[in-house]
């Protein structure tokens, strides 16, 4: 089994927001794998589920699709349970998609472990899991025009329409990325 948490902020005042990045990633690969999400109460989530079979592996590959509704700051809280309830490991089964104000908006960077640079819903995880050893997919969210802007208020804003564009197809080529590398394991792919 495979679990790609998205973090973002559950509601239409967040839906294009900048932290909600790990949203929109994970609609995108709800809409390719042809599935839909549905709210569960028990992981406090919205939950879309697959099973895959890729050409040349044995078996087939369970991917839950997670976007945890507990708020970013809260994050962890909903994935906590979910790795309990299915006995993960965090390390190489648990997956997170999420904004980060330190990358260009052009950008995606991997990170398989580490500290949570500043990102609450990365750090929440840290705590409820009591492990950084998870895979994380770094959604450049940084733009030339935040200047000084406190990043609680600039993380909560949209991006504009030159920045739409470039999002767009960051969130197309990440969608293909992330299911190549479920495929193939983290260390056969670059994005």
């Known amino acids: 089994m495979l679990v790609i948490v998205g973090l973002g902020n559950p509601g239409e005042k967040y839906k294009k927001t900048r932290h909600n990045a790990g949203f929109m990633v994970l609609d995108s690969l709800a809409k390719e794998l042809k ?3 549905v709210l569960s109460e028990k992981f406090k989530s919205e ?3 697959k099973t895959l079979t890729f050409e040349g592996k044995k078996g087939k590959t369970r991917l839950l699709l997670v976007k945890p509704q507990t708020f970013m700051n809260n994050s962890g809280e909903a994935v906590a ?13 648990v997956w997170v998609v999420h904004d980060d104000l330190d990358i260009d908006i052009n950008n995606v960077r991997i990170r398989l472990n580490g500290s ?10 840290i705590d409820n899991l009591r492990t950084d050893s998870f895979v ?17 208020s600039f993380v909560l804003k949209r991006f504009s329409i ?9 969130i197309k080529k990440l969608t293909s990325s992330i299911l190549a590398l479920a495929e193939k394991g ?6």
């Not at 349970?81 to 089964?93: A, G, H, M, N, T």
């Not at 030159?162 to 960051?170: M, R, S």
């Open 47 to 49: 939950i879309a589920e």
């Open 116 to 125: 949570s640079a500043g990102q609450k819903g990365v750090q929440s995880i």
């Open 162 to 170: 030159n920045e739409k564009k470039i999002v767009e197809e960051k």
């Open 136 to 152: 994380r997919f770094r959604f450049g969210i940084k733009s030339e025009k935040n200047n000084n802007e406190p990043a609680e």
């Open 81 to 93: 349970k979910i790795v309990k309830f299915y006995k993960l490991r965090p390390k190489d089964q």
């Open 186 to 191: 983290i260390k056969n792919t670059t994005i």
């Open 35 to 37: 599935t839909d999400f």
